[in-house]
């Protein structure tokens, strides 16, 4: 082989280096500018949730909107307060939870807009069970907070202990 041989082979190696190196930057510049738009569609479509809930917020706590009633409805108003507590007495009672002689609320406390309500019982378990799910599902905005059980040794009898709070407009 002759030396133009040699260079002609040099050029076209160094030109198929260079397109290959060509062709590899592109691609990662490719491969880099599609994860940002579809990190950035991922972004757009997260925003777009979010202000679909915020739309939703806006809408239900308009103060003439029938979900905003709903959830007025649901509050129990502080005029309302001891009819509240004798419903949860007849709850109670009606449940077999409490005997009658001693209502088991022994802390009843009104602050903050929350009525609390420290609850002892002592029943079966499946029946304090049915009762901790009838508490969940008061018709008031509420929860059962810090409920605990302990069983009575040879009986089938448990104690339960739970702290119920209920949401109170004044």
């Known amino acids: 082989m002759n030396k133009k041989n040699y260079i002609?082979?040099?050029?076209?190696?160094?030109?198929?280096i260079a397109l290959f190196y060509g062709l590899y930057y592109v691609y990662s510049y490719i491969n880099n500018f599609s994860s940002r738009v579809a990190e950035k569609n991922k972004n757009i479509e997260t925003l777009q949730i979010e202000k679909d809930k915020v739309d939703t917020?806006?809408?239900v706590l308009s103060k003439d909107s029938i979900e905003q009633a709903k959830i007025d409805s649901r509050i129990v108003?502080?005029?309302?307060?001891?009819?509240?507590?004798k419903d949860l007495e007849k709850i109670s009672k009606d449940m077999g939870?409490?005997?009658?002689?001693?209502?088991g609320f022994t802390k009843v406390d009104n602050t903050n807009g929350q009525i609390i309500i420290q609850i002892s019982a002592e029943q079966r378990k499946d029946v304090l069970l049915k009762y901790i799910e009838l508490l969940e599902n008061l018709p008031y905005v509420s929860h059962v907070q810090d409920y605990s059980f302990s069983y009575i040794?040879?009986?089938?009898r448990a104690k339960l202990s739970l702290t119920l709070i209920i949401v109170e407009k004044k």
Do not use: A, C, M, P
């Open 153 to 156: 040794e040879k009986t089938e």
């Open 77 to 85: 108003q502080q005029k309302n307060s001891f009819s509240t507590l």
């Open 8 to 16: 002609i082979l040099f050029i076209t190696i160094i030109i198929y």
């Open 97 to 103: 939870v409490f005997d009658g002689q001693s209502l």
């Open 57 to 59: 917020l806006k809408r």
